[in-house]
């Protein structure tokens, strides 16, 4: 099989905790915990088989920053001294391209300087040269975004469709975000493209649209991990025995880059309107009022330096039982960000890359079991049962490879 080589715009915890996780395993000093494309079968068939070997898997990255991924990985601070010292040629050998960038979208970081000029769509023009590059060598590109999260901004009229959002990248219309240039040129190089943050992406209409017209699989958006993840499973377990809840409160502590940059209002809007999102549709509230219908969810993450990349996420849940009598459980997840989210990142790449292969193109709503915001599936419907995302994600993976 060719080599795949995931390219991903932000070299910061998420991506050089994957580089050097793969290195790691690959040198059989770390084992891939928490990807299913490493551990799980399907049909008695292990996925590993169908998907691209972890020894043909190369990296390349964009960041606003001009460190290589051992120092990026350095001040990330996730991985112990020695799985950093073995994985270090890995990472060294990693030196940021320019990013298309632009501190507006991500105020705290004003003094990136590493950065690509012109307008949105020369910028654009530049990174499917860089991404042809690497298919002109044999290789196959997917790309997942593992950048900043962006401010949140509601898509305008540049984004309904292709014609008008090239016009926008032209006149390098300051409604489009960085993330929409990457996964633009990303569609036009014909390279696959997932969003690991939860700002708006590729699911604006005029991308949507551009990656079914082009035939290239795009997945949602935000790595479902620490507390989303804890509440897709611990929500529909409390709605399978129709336990109301009457209030769900979810707190978060981290120091790292990322919750420097949630820390601004702006960008934690995005955060916050895919996480209140997610509990909304798990517990079906028009469905059952009674149980559901007045839940006062409420978020926060705050930035605080001392914890690092091991965010604490604190989770208070009021819920009421028989004759409505309360209760409350309470969820401490001492969590490892980046751990967390490294193996999701390689699972949607070598899913993506599948999909690619079985000339699946548009949206693939069968990834929603990685993400806080799947893609609705044909129907307009967004699953976020993990459960039933697991299903769906199974047959959609037996499909492809049978
Ligand atoms: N770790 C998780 O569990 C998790 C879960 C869900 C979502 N996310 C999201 O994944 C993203 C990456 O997380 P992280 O912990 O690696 O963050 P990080 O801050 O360590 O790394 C992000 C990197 O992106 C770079 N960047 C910012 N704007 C860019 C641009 N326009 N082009 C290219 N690079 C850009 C930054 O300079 C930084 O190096 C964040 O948006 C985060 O919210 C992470």
Known sequence: MATLRIVTPGLGAVSTTLIAGVELARLGLASPVGSLTEYADVGGSPIRDHVVPINEIAFAAWDPYAVDGF?????AGVLRREHLHAAAPALVA??????????????????????????WMEQAEELTAEMREFQAAGERVVMVWCGSTEAYREPGPVHATIEDFERGL???????????????AAISAGVPYANGAPNISAE????????????????????????T????ILAPGLRARM?????????NILGNRDGLVLDEPDNFRSKEVTKLGVLRDLLDPEAHPELYGDIDHQIKINYYRPRGDQKEGWDNIDIFGWLGYD?????DFLCRDSILAAPVVLD???????????ARGGPQDWLGFYLKSPMPDATGHVEHNLFEQERILYAAIAELIS
């Not at 949607?348 to 079985?358: G, I």
Request: some cysteine; hydrophobic content about 45%; charged content about 20%.
């Open 348 to 358: 949607l790449a070598r899913l993506l890359d599948l999909a690619a292969r079985n």
């Open 327 to 331: 209760m409350q459980i309470k969820v």
């Open 94 to 119: 990693v030196k940021p391209m320019r990013a298309v960038f632009d501190a507006s979208w991500a105020r705290r970081l004003e003094g990136a300087r590493h950065i690509k000029q012109g307008t």
């Open 243 to 251: 336990l109301g809840i009457n209030g769900w409160f979810s707190t």
């Open 204 to 227: 604006v209409p005029a991308l949507v649209e551009f990656a079914a017209r082009c035939g290239v699989p795009i997945a949602g958006k935000d790595f479902k991990t620490g507390q």
């Open 170 to 184: 032209k006149a390098h219309d300051p409604s489009i975000a960085p993330s929409q240039v990457y996964a633009y």
């Open 71 to 75: 120092e990026a990985a350095q001040t």
């Open 229 to 232: 993840l804890m509440k897709t």
